[in-house]
């Protein structure tokens, strides 16, 4: 019988599931998003109300904290409806010594657009950076 109990223990701790783990290290050149949140509004430069989850009429604020920012560059952003097409495009160019900039895009909806989950993409000279999806709800 005590053999038995050690086989079983020794079969139960070699059948161990085993997890395997992926680790990378990136060290971006070049400004970056350090955070970015959507928001009902913006009060003194920072975000208030965050959420994903919006009605139909309100404003959505899309605060977006960069570090690195050093000269010339433009930011856009593109607000998707639920179909996949483009609800809005907004872009702004910004001429900066300092590294850390603070850029809002807002959006205001209105009670006819549809429901559902959108989605705002958000670009750097061109070049995808990240995106949020948000839910419009009536």
């Not at 483009?86 to 205001?108: G, P």
Request: proline fraction near 4%.
């Amino acid at each position: 019988m005590r053999f038995f109990l050690i086989f079983i223990f020794i079969f139960f701790s070699f059948c161990q599931r085993k997890v395997e783990t992926i680790r990378e290290i990136v060290f971006p050149e070049g400004p970056m998003i350090v955070e970015s949140v959507l928001c009902t509004k913006v009060v003194n430069g920072n975000p208030y109300g965050i959420s994903n989850n919006f009605f139909l009429g309100d404003t959505v604020n899309l605060w977006i904290h960069w570090m690195g920012m050093e000269g010339k560059n433009k930011v856009s952003c593109f607000w998707v409806r639920p179909d996949g097409r483009d609800f809005a495009r907004d872009s702004i160019l910004i001429q900066s010594d300092s590294s850390k900039v603070i850029t809002i895009f807002s959006v205001v909806t209105r009670s006819y657009d549809p429901q559902g989950e959108w989605a705002v993409e958000i670009y750097l000279n061109n070049t995808f950076k990240r995106s949020h999806l948000f839910y419009l709800n009536q």
